[in-house]
């Protein structure tokens, strides 16, 4: 059974940086892509990042490109979001996802970890 776990959410001051982890129960190879969206309290679930594992291309949501660095570790099984000058605003739960096909949903997802950045 496919298992995402994350971790490295936490409380920080608005400018600071947090690096989260997702770690797979496999090789992030067997997914074709893994990303990272975030819920805010009372808003839809949204897109954050993207990789595509195996040849390290890259997307972003706008309102992150320039401030997250979506990357991978393949002998750590291990998706990581590294996050700089935090806003409030990117205060959300922020989840982890897998799919293994080219296209379509993502398939896999972690339980998410809490991000709180303090104004």
């Known amino acids: 059974q496919v298992q995402l776990v994350e971790s490295g959410g936490g409380l920080v001051q608005a400018g600071g940086s947090l690096r989260l982890s997702c770690v797979a129960s496999?090789?992030?190879?067997?997914?074709?892509?893994m990303a990272w969206y975030r819920q805010a309290p009372g808003k839809q679930r949204e897109f954050v990042a993207r990789?595509?594992?195996?040849?390290?291309?890259?997307e972003y949501a706008d309102s992150v490109k320039g401030r997250c660095t979506i990357s991978g570790d393949n002998a750590k099984n291990t998706v990581y979001l590294q996050m700089n000058s935090l806003k409030p605003e990117d205060t959300a739960v922020y989840y982890c996802?897998?799919?293994?096909?080219?296209?379509?949903?993502?398939?896999?997802w972690g339980q998410g970890t809490q991000v709180t950045v303090s104004s």
């Open positions: 990789i595509i594992t195996t040849v390290g291309s890259t």
């Open positions: 996802a897998g799919r293994r096909r080219v296209l379509g949903p993502d398939d896999y």
């Open positions: 496999g090789s992030i190879f067997s997914f074709y892509a």
